[in-house]
């Protein structure tokens, strides 16, 4: 599995982007709502990485599954 360190803001930007499509769908399955979940998840994380000003703030790391799946829903 292979990592990568992102700009956080950037990434919040991504997932609000994919969740206001999935937003769209009309589906209800359990694998959409996960699909939900995943991504909100990532979008609070990315958020609060963005504002931190701790060493190592603006970044967040995700791995390539979780890239993928919220740039297939923007």
């Keep these: 599995m292979s990592y990568a360190a992102l700009d956080a803001a950037r990434i919040a930007k991504a997932a609000k982007s994919a969740l206001s499509v999935l937003a769209q769908v009309k589906e209800e399955s359990e694998a959409h709502v996960r699909k939900v979940i ?13 504002e931190t000003t701790q060493p190592g703030g603006g970044l967040v790391t995700l791995t390539s599954e979780e890239f993928w799946l919220i740039s297939k829903n923007w």
């Design 38 to 50: 995943m991504i909100e998840r990532i979008e609070a994380l990315a958020t609060a990485a963005a």
